[in-house]
């Protein structure tokens, strides 16, 4: 399995330019979502998924969207970037939709906006 | 989910055992004490977890105190690949799958 892939690793964005940031994982698990971190910070959950279709905010969600059109993937969309918005984004899934022990992270996107 | 307070670095001697702590004084009865670690500029891994009991895997080993109001995350034998930092996050099951990550403790293994 590849576990969690995410891309592209790295990316610079000028303000108001939108982008896809990609997420996969072929573990067929039920559980994904994305966080964001800020330099010298912990993770903070932006949005989540407990199943194809369905989608949730997490604590900083603004100006981030979300759909879950199959179990595989979880794209999370910025349409108009800010510069407060450059930071390191991780998406995440686990087994199942809620109580997993374990978790499992993507190696990150690394987004600058100029 | 209730507040865990760690220490903001350590550093550890390679081949030694590393002890890192965490309290979580407002623990409830249904939270579970979780560890991960970040490695440098990687995702986040998952340690190990635990309710009440200790519990011991391939990676470390999770002591919780009688009173759950505080736990050791103990890596046996440290190497330089496990500088890292390390986040303690306590959380119920049935709230869900969300993390909440703190500011962790920075462990600097040194040869």
């Known amino acids: 399995n590849a576990g969690v892939t995410q891309t592209p690793k790295f990316q610079v964005l000028k303000t108001g330019q939108s982008m896809t940031l990609q997420c996969a994982q072929d573990?067929?698990?039920?559980?994904m979502s994305w966080y964001r971190q800020d330099p010298g910070m912990g993770l903070r959950l932006i949005h989540y998924?407990?199943?194809?279709?369905?989608?949730d905010q997490g604590e900083v969600p603004n100006g981030y969207n979300v759909s879950r059109s199959t179990t595989e993937d979880f794209p999370l969309r910025l349409l108009s970037a800010a510069p407060s918005q450059t930071s390191v984004y991780f998406c995440?899934?686990?087994?199942?939709?809620?109580?997993?022990?374990?978790?499992?992270f993507g190696p990150g996107t690394r987004l600058t906006v100029l | 989910d209730a507040k865990t307070t760690q220490p903001t670095s350590m550093d550890c001697a390679e081949g030694r055992a590393a002890n890192l702590p965490c309290n979580h004084s407002?623990?409830?009865?249904?939270?579970?004490v979780y560890w991960y670690r970040q490695i440098h500029s990687q995702g986040p891994q998952y340690i190990i977890h635990?309710?009440?009991n200790n519990e011991t895997n391939e990676m470390a080993s999770l002591i919780i105190t009688e009173d759950r109001k505080s736990s050791t995350l103990i890596l046996p034998h440290a190497t330089l690949r496990d500088t890292a930092v390390y986040y303690c996050?306590?959380?119920?099951?049935?709230?869900?799958?969300?993390?909440?990550f703190g500011g962790g403790t920075r462990v600097l293994v040194k040869p």
């Open positions: 995440a899934s686990s087994y199942q939709a809620s109580g997993s022990d374990e978790q499992f």
């Open positions: 573990m067929n698990h039920e559980y």
């Open positions: 998924s407990v199943g194809a279709g369905i989608t």
């Open positions: 407002t623990i409830s009865g249904n939270e579970y």
């Open positions: 635990g309710l009440k």
């Open positions: 996050i306590v959380r119920a099951k049935a709230a869900g799958n969300k993390l909440t």
